[in-house]
């Protein structure tokens, strides 16, 4: 019987609101029991002091990237996996933009054995190894969760509908592209057939005709920096349209990637006449805003582009509000070579799966813009519920879906220390504070 004490470790538990010191008894991969302390424990239980560490349900991430099939240079499933568990992820969701693209029931079946087969491997490797939990950052004995979204349309092109029905009977986590849709009857026919299927949709709206050769958000920046301008109604006009449709035909979506603050005000008011969406944001866009890019940083380059103060400050307010009700993270890897270009010429998107937590705590949980429960419930019960699943919680009797984490320890961000097989980051060769310590998944432990 595997047994584990944390003692006087700060709990964050989203689902019931709790922020507070206790210790917590892990038996099994299950919790026990959670108490201000506790005396008796069976014998061989491992006892760790955990004075100043962080533990609550394992996070979520709502859409990533896989290079796997096509890519496998910019990040395969098994280093995809590795990442995610090392920052704290026991659940992550990738978009189906991967090539081939996962349009089809044999590659949903596909990209599903892919990810049990490596975690097989993994929990194999991990029993015959020699690293023990004692380790500064210890080899998983098991990965993080695998989902997929399967693609509303044929090899993503935004053309033609795929068998929307037919992959509905597969193990998908819901339905999404990944890219703007731009053909408002093509949207309508989407809607109106996954009504009945009643899973998760999720759109992001922004119109690419607006964006034009635009690469980051139009607005002073843009002209101090001499690059071409994305107009904030590139999103805003998209997104009406959108709210339209969605408010006739009753379907419910999750609208991705939201950036402007008009955006939110747009959902806001939608949110108010009872319009069935909920929204993301990801969380480079709470993080910074166009001011940074005067580095010309090739990292900086993202779709959509990041926005202007007033966009930043109404985004982590959004957060705050549950208007925004989830931080996606939309981990984009790439090569070396391919993002070692100008600022204009670069694919936009970073990666951030064992950045995030870190970085999001300490410029907005260390500074009072947000309490430690509303980025905890931003990053794990509230994205699950967005994919239509149950959250993790911190209870007796509930499997231990944890994530313990370090807000105080600091660690270089470099090859070396990264588990995702990217590196293309603003913060590549930097020091950050924080750090995920220990991840639990289930009733398996990493």
Same mark, same amino acid.
């Given at each position: ?10 709990v ?27 005396? @008796?424990y ?31 240079? &910019? ?17 992550? @969701? ?8 996962i ?15 490596? &975690?097989r ?14 380790t ?28 929307l ?5 597969? %193990?998908?986590? #819901?339905?999404a592209?990944g ?13 109106e ?9 999720a ?13 980051? &958000? =139009? ?18 006009? !998209?997104?009406?349209?959108? *709210? ?17 603050? &008009? ?27 166009? %001011?940074?890019?005067g ?8 779709? $959509? ?17 549950s ?20 600022? !204009? ?12 937590? $870190? ?27 967005? *994919? ?8 007796? #009797?509930?499997p @231990?879906?944890?994530?313990?984490f ?24 930097? =020091?950050?504070? #924080? ?10 432990i *990493?």
């Open positions: 019987m595997a047994s584990e004490l944390l003692q006087q470790v700060r964050l538990d989203p689902v019931s609101g709790s922020d507070r010191v206790a210790d917590v008894l892990l038996v099994d991969g299950v919790i026990q029991a959670i108490a201000d302390s506790i005396a @008796a069976p014998g061989e239980t491992q006892v760790q002091d955990c004075r100043g560490l962080v533990l609550g349900p394992g996070l979520v991430d709502l859409y990533s990237h896989s290079g796997e099939p096509g890519f496998e240079e &910019r990040e395969t499933i098994a280093s995809l996996l590795h990442a995610a568990s090392a920052g704290g992820f026991t659940r992550i @969701a990738v978009l189906p933009d991967t090539n081939p693209a349009d089809n029931p044999g590659s949903v079946a596909w990209l599903q054995g892919k990810g049990r087969e490596v &975690r491997t993994e929990r194999e490797r991990s029993q015959t190894s020699d690293s023990t939990p004692h500064p950052h210890p080899i998983p004995h098991n990965l993080s969760h695998l989902y997929c979204w399967a693609a509303l349309t044929l090899d993503v092109q935004g053309q033609q509908m795929t068998e029905g037919e992959l509905a009977t597969t %193990d998908l986590v #819901g339905f592209d890219r703007s849709l731009t053909n408002l009857l093509l949207i309508r026919r989407l809607l057939y996954l009504k009945p299927l009643a899973m998760p949709v759109l992001w709206a922004s119109d690419s005709n607006l964006v034009g050769n635009g690469v980051m &958000r =139009e607005g002073q920046a843009s002209l101090r920096f001499g690059l071409p301008g994305i107009p904030t109604i590139a999103e805003t006009a !998209a997104l009406s349209a959108l *709210l339209e449709c969605i408010e006739i035909i009753g379907t419910p979506v999750h609208l991705m990637r939201l950036s402007t603050a &008009r955006g939110v005000e747009l959902v806001r008011a939608a949110k108010a006449r009872g319009v069935a969406v909920t929204a993301s944001t990801t969380w480079m866009h709470l993080l910074l805003n166009s %001011d940074a890019i580095s010309y940083d090739p990292n900086l380059r993202l779709s $959509p582009p990041l926005g202007n103060p007033a966009d930043q400050n109404a985004l982590v307010q959004g957060v705050k509000d208007v925004i009700d989830a931080i996606a993270i939309d981990h984009t890897p790439y090569t070396y070579e391919e993002k070692t270009v100008s600022f !204009a010429e670069t694919p936009p998107g970073v990666i951030g799966l064992e950045l995030a937590l $870190p970085l999001l705590w300490q410029a907005l949980v260390e500074t009072g813009t947000l309490s430690a429960l509303e980025l905890w419930r931003s990053l794990s019960n509230r994205p699950a519920l967005c *994919l239509q699943q149950k959250p993790a919680t911190i209870a007796p #009797g509930q @231990a879906e944890l994530t313990l370090d807000p105080q320890q600091p660690w270089n961000v470099d090859a070396r220390s990264l588990k995702s097989r990217s590196s293309n980051t603003p913060w590549l060769r930097q =020091e950050i504070k #924080g750090r995920v310590v220990r991840t639990w998944i289930g009733n398996q *990493l």
